[in-house]
């Protein structure tokens, strides 16, 4: 069966320090992988998404950025962190059937 | 306009009552529709899943989807506490632009 990784659960960090998120899914070859952003009381925006290795296309233009060195490894990434990029970032990943599959997500604070 | 509109709620009901949660959307070409829960602190979780209008059935769980009025919504029988979660709709015409509400934070008290 396909599972999906997520780490870390819980991140606190200062304003202007790099980040780095991993996202890695198991079980399924080729996956389109998302990163979303959810801010609480809002519903979830979508930031990147990949259909495939060094494939990223971006939704909303920010201080973030997305990579994927591998067909089932997803990276979301920033230089220098501002606070307003606080929020709970979700990892998903899909196959061809538009269910999306969520990771436990990671409670950025940027402090 | 948001592209969905969703009540955030919060909704309390009692155990055993029947829930309704509803969304609306604006864009006519929508024709994937779902309804995720998410417990607090965790991912969103795939619960309901329509293609254009009708309705779908699944235990306890219906979607209901009316194309003509733009209006999806989601019926929970005889609730449980288990159910106490955020539940957020989602449409789309693929993958790369689903498009989610809000999310209504429903409690379910014993």
């Known amino acids: 069966s396909q599972t999906i990784h997520q780490w870390p659960a819980t991140l606190v960090q200062p304003v202007g320090s790099p980040l780095s998120l991993e996202c890695t899914v198991e079980?399924?070859?080729?996956?389109?992988l998302y990163w979303y952003r959810q801010a609480a009381g809002r519903g979830l925006q979508l930031l990147f998404y990949?259909?495939?290795?060094?494939?990223i296309s971006s939704e909303v233009p920010q201080n973030l950025s997305a990579s994927r060195p591998q067909d089932r490894q997803f990276i979301l990434s920033s230089k220098k962190l501002l606070l307003s990029d606080s929020g709970f970032y979700l990892c998903a990943w899909s196959s061809q059937d538009r269910e999306l599959f969520f990771g436990s997500g990671t409670q950025l604070s940027v402090l | 306009q948001k592209e969905v509109e969703q009540d955030p709620g919060p909704l309390s009901v009692p155990e055993g009552a029947i829930v309704s949660l509803n969304c609306t959307y604006s864009n006519s070409a929508f024709q994937y529709f779902m309804w995720y829960r998410q417990y607090s602190r965790k991912g969103p979780e795939l619960l309901m899943y329509?293609?254009?209008?009708g309705n779908k059935e699944d235990g306890r769980f219906t979607a209901q989807v009316d194309k003509s009025s733009k209006y999806i919504s989601l019926f929970i029988r005889d609730s449980q506490p288990s159910d106490s979660a955020t539940y957020l709709c989602?449409?789309?015409?693929?993958?790369?632009?689903?498009?989610f509400g809000a999310g209504t934070r429903l409690t379910v008290k014993p």
């Open positions: 079980g399924t070859s080729n996956p389109n």
């Open positions: 989602a449409t789309s015409y693929n993958n790369n632009d689903m498009r």
């Open positions: 329509t293609y254009s209008s």
């Open positions: 990949s259909v495939g290795i060094g494939q």
